[in-house]
């Protein structure tokens, strides 16, 4: 079960940091240079710390 559910949510980050790369490119009115660079230092951020989040979730949920 918790593979799924870190499946999922890497598949929703990935979505994610892809919107808010567009949104800042949007914002800053053309293409950034080092796009692929960008994306991963946004997706690499919500990626530990949403499994972070995730895991200490997990652990809490054990001890119920």
């Known amino acids: 079960m918790q593979i799924l ?3 999922l949510v ?3 980050l ?3 940091a892809d919107w ?3 949104t800042i490119e ?3 009115g053309s293409p950034l240079p080092y796009r692929n660079v960008i994306y991963f230092v946004i997706i690499l951020c919500l990626a530990l710390l949403s499994f972070e989040l995730l895991q200490q979730f ?3 949920e054990t001890v119920l």
């Open 5 to 7: 559910l870190f499946t």
């Open 10 to 12: 890497g598949i929703a």
């Open 58 to 60: 997990a652990s809490i």
């Open 14 to 16: 990935y979505f994610f």
């Open 26 to 28: 949007r914002l800053h």
């Open 20 to 22: 808010v790369l567009r």
